[in-house]
């Protein structure tokens, strides 16, 4: 099976500053991989990268055929404004297909169903004529799940996605992207500064600064000196 993304020695970076150096790094299919790194590492420029909305300043990306016919979804950091955000749940959910839509007015009853199989697959049918900003953020994070799946079945890319939820709604996201890669195969990658839950959770993980401290099976990683200085720090 060929990877989804290969990086080889690639730079990413804005006006001549690159904040991704020499990045070699294989996602392939089926893969749980978490990217971490302390704040101005390079996070947030990869996964800009790995959307497609950086290109390269150097070093080759390749990207499967099926991932450029609109293969990832994804899951940005939530602003206040936007748990705010007055629309209902289906709404929300349906917005996923805007991309497929193009410029036709109405949504099909493809991309209806597809909504709400969405809903269902996620657990939130009952709450779809709710108020988005009336949800908690556990649920709010199942419904922006429910949205992404409506436009991939390949990858989901997310980043810092428990910020702000309580404990228990943490461990039930865990949970439930853990089951999603696991018995959906859908490939996950995901930003998080929760590396103790993220190294039982993840099966690669990727540690960035600038440069990459380790690549490699979550399992190695705690032993590595790039773990243990993170973990101890």
Known sequence: MKPFIVCEHVDFGYENQDAVIDLNLTIDPGDYLCIVGANGSGKSTLIKGLLGLLAPTAGTLAVAEELRRGG??????????????????????????????????????????????????????????????????????????????????QMLILDEPITGLDPSAIQEFYRLIRKLNQEDRITIVMVSHDIRSVISQAGKILHLQQRTLFFGPAADYAASEAGKGFLEG
């Open 72 to 153: 990832i979804g994804y899951l940005p950091q939530q602003t206040a404004a936007q748990r705010d955000f007055p629309a209902t749940v289906r709404e929300v959910v349906l917005s996923g297909t805007l991309n497929s839509r193009k410029n036709r007015p109405f949504y099909s009853r493809a991309e209806k169903n597809l909504a709400e199989q969405g809903m269902e697959r996620l657990g939130i049918t009952k709450l779809q004529n709710r108020c988005y900003r009336e949800l908690s953020g556990g649920q709010q994070q199942r419904v922006l799940i429910a949205r992404a799946l409506c436009a991939t079945e």
